[in-house]
Structure formats: C-alpha cells, structure tokens
C-alpha cells in the first residue's frame, strides 16, 4: 500500500534497487528507470499501455512452492528479466515428485539454462526436464550435450525435477504476444499434450478454457486440463465447467505452470493470449471467485498410511446424471493407479473412471454413485474431505458397503477396514445421498 523510502515510479534513477515485497503495483504511465527490480512471492507488477520500464542490471521474479511473482507487460519493458521458479524434488527423493512446468520468458537456451542451475536432477549428460513427445508417447529428457543449443519454446510444457526442491532460474524476454501450440492425436501418445502457461503472470482459467475448450476431446470426457498436483497418490488436478462454477477455486494458471490436454481427434491448436493474464497470490493448482449458481461439492477421500487420493462429485443446477461435456472429467488417461479412488457416471456409464461427475443440484434426494477402488489389501480408510466440501447441512452420504452388507454415514463417521483381498474397481461400494427430510430406506438400514 505504500513505498519506502520513496515511490520509485517514473524517476530515472538508474541505480535504485526496487523490491516489490507484496501487493499489487500498477505503473500506470511514464518511463520508470531501475538498476534492479525484485518482484517477491505473492506480490505482482503491471506495466500499463503507455508505460515503460527500464533495468540497468536485471529484472527478477521469485517464487515458492505455494506463491508465485507475477508480471503483466502492456506497455514496455527494455532488459532481460530472471523468473526463479520453484520445481519439485526428484521423484527417486524421499519425498519427491517430479514437476509439470514451462518456461515463462522467451529465448531461454537449454544448455545456459542447464549451466546456470546445478540443482537441476542430472544422469550423466541427461537432466531432469522433458517434453513429452505424443508422437513417441513418452517424455524426452534433454541431453546437455544434444540440446545445448534447444531453444525452450513457449507454451510448451516439460516435465522437471531439482536435487533440492528449489528454484530453477529462467532467463529471458518477456512473452508479450498471443501464443499458439499445436496439440496431436497421435496414437502412441494416446492424444495427450504437455503444454504451459507462457508468461510471467497467473492466467485466468476461465477466460483460457473458454477460448480453447473446443480443441479438447469431449467425447469422451476428456473436456479438461490435468494438472499434476505430486500429492501422497501423485494426484492429478482436474479443471473443467465444472470447477469454473465451483467459488472454492481460485481459477489462476500459475506463471510458468505446464498440464496435460487430450486434445479432439484430427488435432487442434492451443491459444494463449496477454488478455487472459491476469494478477494472483495462489498456489499452481490449489484451492475464490464469486458464486455463480447452485452448486456443492462432495469430495471423497482414500487414505493408509502413506497414500491419499480423491475424487469429486460436483452437484451443479442444469447438469444431468449421464455424460455433461465440460463437466464430467475421466481420470488421466482413463485409467487409475493402484492406490485410487473414482466414480462411474450414474446414467449411460460407459464404465470410464471419472475424476469429476457433475449431477444436477436437485439430485441430493436418492441418488446413488458407484464407487471404485483400487488399493493393495491393508488398512484404508473411506471418508469425506470436510475441508473442501460444500454440502448442505441436511444432507447425509452413506457409504454401502455390499461386501460386509453395511451402510456408514460419511458425513459424521468414517469408514476404516482392511480388505481380506486387492480392491480393483467398482461394484462393491456405493454412495447414497439423501435428504434429511426426505430419507431412502436404503439409508435407513
């Protein structure tokens, strides 16, 4: 809210070190002239028509595993600028879990960038940063040697890993320009594209699927963006209309945050553009905007002891028990882990695993969800996630259970046991959701 010991803006002191240390600052006009600018986590900088800046030494932006710097350039910038971006341990680490990123300059050569960063995980000549190649259907891990000098390109996302858990140091212009990636439907990559966030700034989700949900396979439930979250499960996010609708998510693109899109047979074409920038503080895939109809969230947790996963069944006015292009979502690559929890669409079930089932908002009275699970035989636990979810409170979910023949209310207990045998798939568990007012007899038991 306020600057000290001065407000740098439009002076032309060459050898002032600005520090943007929260906040949102807009240079709304002038030249602003700086020997460094550092944007801290969290804080952001925005660059209007008709303003510029200028760095005499180096412009930087610095991030943590949960907040992200940002910069929105639609005047002038003059000067390279360096964009720290943290990237997950190396998922061989105790506690690793690889990394989807991008990078958010332009003109980043990879065999600089491999020097510059010797926290990047590294195999001999090979290091931890990869494309994924839907041709080939695999990720491609860039040689130092091969690919010294591979240009990063922008929009393209890469799959990366530091030794530490720290920051990987981006160096380059800034991206002021629509971007557009082409994505394949080639077989051996089942469709999958890895792509990014292209600029130095959060981008609104809803303005980015808006304008490019149509080049995304919506035949099959593939009408989303799969971010990978490196939870216990090594989870993936799933973004669609479905958590658009939903105001528990922030609906931000972290800067230089890459994810997966299965894109529609023949291809398509990705688009990013400057207008769907926008400014944030949150994490890259985390649980913020306003309400915009009925909706409530039922998440589903499974938990042991050292794994978690989740699924969720969004209740949204308008949607339908059988397939809503845009707001069921089919688990990555349809299919689960062996530690996984997922539904099965109520209506029309072409047994896909679904990530996210949307039902109309009117369905909390006797609707029943097939449930499945795959997990190794040993102590599990069944439960609702209280934080993220949105139900009324005259609503009960029962867990039915047709093994043991028992029905567990999730909403005020949870449902521990070891299976005598592997769980894989559905048929054996089933959610009831019921009224208060209007209980089933299925419940009643």
């Not at 090979?126 to 491609?140: D, I, K, M, S």
């Not at 990366?160 to 990636?181: E, I, M, N, P, Y």
């Not at 985390?286 to 050292?306: E, F, V």
Request: aromatic share 10%.
């Amino acid at each position: 809210t306020s600057w000290a010991p001065s407000n740098p803006i439009g002076l032309s002191f060459a050898e002032d070190a600005i520090n943007v240390l929260a906040g949102d600052v807009t240079i709304a006009s002038g030249n602003t002239y700086f020997d460094t600018l550092t944007i801290s986590p969290g804080a952001s900088v925005t660059v209007a028509v008709g303003a510029s800046i200028t760095a005499n030494s180096a412009t930087t932006l610095n991030s943590t595993s949960s907040a992200f710097s940002s910069l929105i350039v639609k005047g002038n910038i003059t000067g390279l600028i360096n964009y720290n971006r943290y990237t997950a341990l190396i998922g061989s680490a105790v506690g690793g879990t690889n990394d989807l990123i991008s990078a958010p300059v332009v003109g980043q050569i990879f065999g600089d960038f491999a020097t510059a960063n010797t926290n990047l995980a590294a195999s001999t000549t090979l290091r931890a940063f990869a494309p994924y190649n839907t041709v080939n259907g695999a990720y491609e891990n860039y040689d130092t040697t091969s690919n010294a000098n591979t240009t990063l390109l922008s929009g393209i996302g890469y799959r990366a890993a530091t030794t530490d858990g720290s920051t990987l140091k981006f160096t380059g212009t800034v991206q002021t320009a629509a971007v557009s990636v082409p994505i394949s439907d080639a077989a051996a990559g089942n469709a999958w594209n890895l792509i990014g966030n292209p600029y130095p700034s959060y981008l609104n989700f809803e303005s980015f699927f808006t304008a490019n949900k149509d080049q995304f396979n919506s035949e099959t439930a593939y009408q989303a963006i799969y971010g990978y979250n490196g939870g216990a499960s090594n989870e993936w996010t799933v973004w669609n209309l479905a958590t658009m609708a939903d105001p528990a998510i922030t609906g931000f693109i972290a800067p230089g945050q890459a994810f997966f899109v299965k894109t529609k047979a023949t291809g398509g074409v990705v688009t990013f553009t400057t207008a769907m920038q926008t400014t944030g503080n949150a994490d890259d895939f985390i649980l913020g905007k306003q309400k915009s109809k009925n909706i409530a969230l039922s998440k589903l947790r499974l938990s042991s002891a050292t794994k978690l996963a989740s699924t969720d069944i969004y209740f949204i006015e308008g949607t339908t028990r059988g397939l809503d292009l845009g707001y069921d979502a089919a688990t990555y690559a349809d299919s689960s882990t062996d530690f996984s929890i997922f539904s099965n669409l109520v209506a029309d079930n072409s047994a896909s695993a679904m990530a996210i089932q949307s039902l109309d908002y009117k369905d909390f009275n006797d609707v029943v969800v097939p449930l499945g699970i795959n997990a190794k035989s040993a102590e599990i636990t069944i439960s609702i996630d209280n934080l993220a979810t949105t139900l009324p409170a005259d609503i009960n979910v029962y867990l039915e259970d047709r093994v043991t023949d028992t029905f567990t209310l999730l909403t005020s207990t949870d449902y521990t046991f070891t299976p005598s045998a592997d769980l894989e798939g559905v048929g054996r568990f089933y959610l009831h959701y019921t009224c208060l007012l209007y209980t089933s007899d299925a419940a009643d038991e």
